[in-house]
C-alpha cells in the first residue's frame, strides 16, 4: 500500500481532516468502536479471514473475502511504528510528530486505483486499561464491496513522487498523483519534453 510517507504530507492532512469528519459519527456501538472496545489486537483476529492477498498484474494485492457494505471497517492496518522524520519507503505513511507506520501484511499490499472502493481513516482510540489514546489506522469500504473484490485506494501521491498509473479504471488520470496536482504534473512534463524542431532524421 505505498503512500511515500516522506513526500505526502497533504495527504496526510486531507486525510486526518476526513477522518476527524468520520469520527465525529462514530460510537461505541460503531465497528471501529468495537474494535476499540475489544483491545488492539481484536482486528487483527477480525480480517485475517476476511480478506486475501493474492497476485494481481501489478504483483500482490488484497481481496475481499466477503461482502462489505459502505463504511465498513474492513480491518486495522498494523505494522512497525518508526520515530523517524527522515524515513521513506514506498509503503509506509505519516501517522503524526514525525512518526510513519511500516505496515505489515495483509494490507501492506493494498493497491492504488483512480476510482478506489477503499480508504484509510486515523483514529485515536483507547484499548482497555489505556489512559492515553493511540493513533490507529483503519481501512474504510467507499462503496459497498463483494466477495472476490481487490481492495483498493486512490494513493494521492504528490506531484514530486508520481509514477505512471495502470489501474485501468474508466477515469484513470495516467499518473498516481493527487487530483489537485495533476495538472501542475502535466505542465511540468510538458516542459521537460523535447521540443520538436521540425528537422527530419
Same mark, same amino acid.
Given at each position: ?65 466477503? *461482502?462489505?457494505? +459502505?463504511?465498513?471497517?474492513? #480491518?486495522? $492496518? ?5 520515530? &523517524? ?80 498509473? *495502470?489501474?485501468? +479504471?474508466?477515469?484513470?488520470? #495516467?499518473? $498516481? ?5 495533476? &495538472? ?18
Amino acid at each position: 500500500m505505498p503512500t511515500r510517507c516522506d513526500l505526502d504530507e497533504d495527504a496526510t492532512i486531507r486525510l486526518r481532516t476526513r477522518a476527524g469528519r468520520r469520527h465525529s459519527r462514530l460510537n461505541q456501538h460503531t465497528e471501529v468502536g468495537k474494535v476499540a472496545a475489544g483491545g488492539k489486537h481484536a482486528a487483527r483476529r477480525g480480517h485475517d479471514k476476511s480478506v486475501r492477498v493474492g497476485p494481481t498484474r501489478l504483483g500482490k494485492g488484497v481481496f475481499a473475502r466477503r *461482502r462489505y457494505p +459502505a463504511e465498513a471497517v474492513i #480491518g486495522e $492496518i498494523e505494522g512497525r511504528i518508526i520515530d &523517524d522524520p527522515h524515513y521513506g519507503s514506498d509503503y509506509c505513511m505519516n501517522i503524526d510528530d514525525g512518526r510513519v507506520l511500516e505496515p505489515a501484511a495483509p494490507f501492506r499490499y493494498v493497491n492504488h486505483s483512480c476510482e478506489p472502493n477503499c480508504e484509510f481513516d486515523f483514529f485515536d482510540l483507547r484499548d482497555t486499561g489505556q489512559t492515553e489514546p493511540e493513533r490507529r489506522v483503519f481501512l474504510i469500504a467507499l462503496r459497498e464491496i463483494k466477495p472476490g473484490e481487490e481492495l483498493t485506494i486512490d494513493y494521492n501521491w504528490s506531484a514530486a513522487a508520481a509514477i505512471p498509473c *495502470r489501474c485501468h +479504471a474508466p477515469s484513470c488520470r #495516467g499518473w $498516481i498523483v493527487n487530483p489537485d496536482e495533476l &495538472d501542475a504534473l502535466r505542465a511540468r512534463l510538458a516542459n521537460t519534453l523535447p521540443k520538436d524542431t521540425g528537422q527530419t532524421a
